[in-house]
């Protein structure tokens, strides 16, 4: 289903009342309580995120995991947590290390993103992408295939489950082909995607626009959220949003202040320095930051 305006999906509200909470040591070494009722697992601090949000009505989760063990435990943790189905299935993004595990929810998920994200994800798949995997990881991922969204929304979606609101909101030309930020007002949660990564320098691909960037940055702070669960990394609360935007306005200054000085991409991307930043993970996407900030200042 390819929706192509803002629309409101409303779903057919159970009896009952929410399935208590497991204990969070109960879940997993990796998943942890971000308030009642919403867990994040997350393997490692540079790893994607994943969401589980309980309902009455059953499971919301947003993307799948980093890796084939990573979708199992999120499998084993959701039927500890409840005896209900996962309904709907968000991805932040396209890439696999958020979506390949589609397949572990879907049926019966829904799976929800933004326009583009079906197409991106054919042209990317890699049917035999855990073949030479190890004994262990070729298992987990045991049944492997690729799992498109369903719903393809433009702009903005609201999702009604149960009790809680999830707006989705689009996040243009910031990471992937098509990205998602997943909002809770009621529960002041945003799922972020991946923007703003708290200590780690972005894998910045050539469409990717640093002014779309920081413009989704100041649109999510905007909102007011309490906790920001970034596509990779811990959760915490607005603060990372602040100081993507620092680096990424110290980036462009730099760079900037080279390019006047007649320096060629090539000279600034040998002679540049961040050093405020060097204990940041993945220096070594300096060169992609450092090419979104050349086009920044170069093609106004």
Not at 71 to 84: D, F
Not at 93 to 113: L, R, Y
Request: proline share 6%.
């Amino acid at each position: 289903m390819t929706l192509t305006r803002s629309v409101v999906l409303v779903g057919v509200i159970c009896g009952g009342v929410l399935p208590s909470a497991v204990p969070a040591q109960e879940l997993g070494p990796n998943v942890r309580k971000v308030k009642d009722g919403i867990y994040v697992q997350s393997a490692r601090e540079v790893n994607s995120t994943v969401g589980i949000v309980l309902t009455r009505e059953g499971v919301v989760l947003v993307d799948t995991g980093q890796t084939p063990a990573d979708w199992r435990e999120v499998e084993a943790a959701v039927r500890k947590l409840t005896p209900l189905p996962v309904r709907y299935l968000i991805n932040t993004e396209v890439h696999p290390d958020h979506t390949a595990g589609n397949f572990v929810f879907s049926p019966p998920a829904v799976v929800i993103n933004h326009w583009g994200a079906a197409d991106a994800m054919r042209k990317a798949d890699n049917p035999a992408r855990y073949a030479n995997a190890s004994p262990e990881i070729r298992a987990a991922a045991e049944g492997y295939r690729l799992m498109t969204p369903h719903v393809e929304y433009h702009d903005k979606l609201t999702l009604h489950v149960g009790e809680r609101t999830f707006e989705l909101l689009r996040l243009r030309n910031v990471h992937s082909e098509a990205d998602t930020a997943v909002w809770l007002p009621s529960e002041r949660v945003l799922f972020a995607a991946s923007v703003a990564i708290p200590n780690s320098l972005n894998n910045i691909r050539p469409f990717v626009a640093l002014a779309d960037m920081l413009a989704a940055i100041r649109m999510m702070r905007a909102l007011g959220p309490e906790v920001v669960v970034p596509g990779h990394g811990s959760f915490g609360t607005t603060g990372m949003f602040d100081e993507n935007e620092r680096y990424f306005g110290l980036l462009i200054e730099r760079v900037g202040a080279m390019v006047r000085q007649g320096r060629t991409l090539d000279q600034i991307q040998k002679e540049l320095r961040m050093p405020e930043y060097r204990h940041w993970a993945y220096q070594e996407r300096m060169p992609t930051n450092i090419d979104a900030a050349y086009r920044a200042v170069t093609q106004k």
